[in-house]
């Protein structure tokens, strides 16, 4: 059985966490010069390990074995949220580097393809799981036409700032993989409140955005006759206020919506402001909730229009991610390894974080671990996992890749 390197993987995470660490949090959104010298580092260490590496068009560091039969791919993101934790996204790509790592230093495993991979904004800086829909082709010329970040950055001056103007992408070759596994943090609570420490995924949320944009008129906050303006924040908080009284209506049990974005314009006190819009995001295991949710904000925004003055629009987003079922038998590879690592201590469980292995999943066969995270936070700078939950999770992984691959390669 193939041993990781503990020191090794503990080192390497705390050098990408330096780069472009801030307190105990990083801030290396995609593209940025940040996010961009983790890619470079990362690709340095890809070569270490007797990797082909490169970085293509859309970002994604890409490390290719050279050895022969099926390859098992493995690996995560690498780009962070605009105040993200050290481990999210970072945990996969370090996981995967080691696992090649401690598959060439073994005996029984050395001879294995392991390919690593550090996808480009799964984020969603400019859009979610870039990098994974590029490489699987599901990203079109459509999806990219316009795209700008929330300070209306493109995509465009974005990959070209950041030298990729031009870089070929790389395209997924199926044929060439028994795989891919993912593992990450948990970013929720369930396996510190059961005591686990490993989730193996059953399956992976959907997700689908709307943007809403209100027309007012902008005026004054004291002249202007409450009967007769035409407040657009008033109506962003009214929708705002009646999405949260409908959806639970149609809510299955762990569906999730989130308000996380607005803005209203001009923001100032003393002006009825002219102009709202607002990011919605809806999430659930299977379709129905969502496409629920889709015929709620239908409802409410044509009611709202037909009483006139504010006139509100709504635009589904142009990446909504579908849910997606983890492939049986990686699963049973990494249940397999679970149970010989943490005997009792693991559990099946679905992802209510979306990840590029449900974008993967269309392509190859796909699966995804995780470890705990301290206190369920993620997606904030407080987000951690202790030192031994960490390096228990890599050996769990490198285990099942071993197995994985054995199996692939016996056939
Ligand atoms: C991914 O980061 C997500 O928001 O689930
Ligand atoms: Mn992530
Ligand atoms: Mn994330």
Redesign the pocket.
């Known amino acids: 059985m193939p041993q990781i390197n503990a020191d090794r993987l503990l080192s390497d995470l705390r050098t990408l966490r330096s780069i472009g660490a801030q307190g105990t949090g990083v801030v290396r959104p995609a593209f940025s010069p940040k996010d961009m010298e983790a890619r470079r580092w990362l690709k340095q260490r890809y070569e270490e390990a007797g990797l082909e590496a490169s970085i293509d068009g859309v970002g994604n560091v890409y490390g290719r074995s050279r050895r022969r039969g099926k390859a098992l791919l493995s690996g995560s993101h690498s780009d962070t949220?605009p105040t993200g934790g050290w481990l999210?996204?970072a945990l996969g790509v370090v996981y995967a580097l080691e696992v090649v790592r401690a598959l060439a230093e073994d005996e029984a495993t050395k001879a294995f393809p392991v390919d690593a991979v550090s996808f480009q904004d799964?984020?969603?800086r400019f859009l979610?799981c870039l990098g994974s829909r590029s490489l699987t082709g599901a990203l079109t010329a459509d999806m990219e036409q316009g795209v700008t970040d929330s300070g209306g950055v493109t995509l465009e001056a974005a990959l070209r700032d950041a030298g990729l103007a031009g870089v070929p992408r790389l395209r997924l070759d199926p044929a060439r993989y028994c795989g891919f596994v993912e593992a990450h943090i948990e970013?929720g609570p369930t396996l510190e409140d059961t005591a686990h420490k490993i989730g193996v995924v059953s399956g992976i949320?959907g997700?689908r955005g709307i943007r809403f944009e209100f027309r007012g008129q902008q005026n004054h906050a004291g002249t202007t006759m409450m009967k007769t303006r035409r407040d657009a924040s008033a109506a962003l908080y009214e929708l705002a206020h009646r999405i949260n009284q409908e959806f639970p209506k149609v809510a299955a049990e762990r569906t999730v919506w989130t308000m996380g974005r607005v803005r209203v314009e001009p923001n100032a006190t003393s002006i009825v402001p002219g102009y709202a819009d607002m990011d919605l995001q809806f999430?659930d295991q299977s379709e129905a909730p969502l496409k629920a949710f889709e015929a709620v904000v239908e409802r409410l925004v044509a009611e709202m229009n037909a009483r006139g003055g504010v006139k509100i629009t709504a635009t589904p987003s142009r990446a909504p991610i579908a849910p997606t079922q983890m492939d049986p038998g990686l699963r049973a590879h990494l249940e397999a390894a679970a149970e010989r690592h943490a005997p009792g201590k693991w559990q099946r469980m679905p992802s209510?974080?979306?990840?590029d292995a449900g974008i993967i999943s269309a392509s190859i066969p796909s699966a995804m671990l995780f470890i705990p995270s301290i206190g369920g936070i993620s997606?904030d700078f407080a987000e951690d996992s202790r030192d031994g939950d960490i390096v228990l999770g890599c050996q769990v992984l490198a285990d099942a890749a071993a197995a994985i691959l054995a199996e692939a390669n016996a056939r």
């Open positions: 949220q999210d996204g799964e984020e969603s979610g970013q949320v997700l999430r209510g974080a979306f990840h997606h």
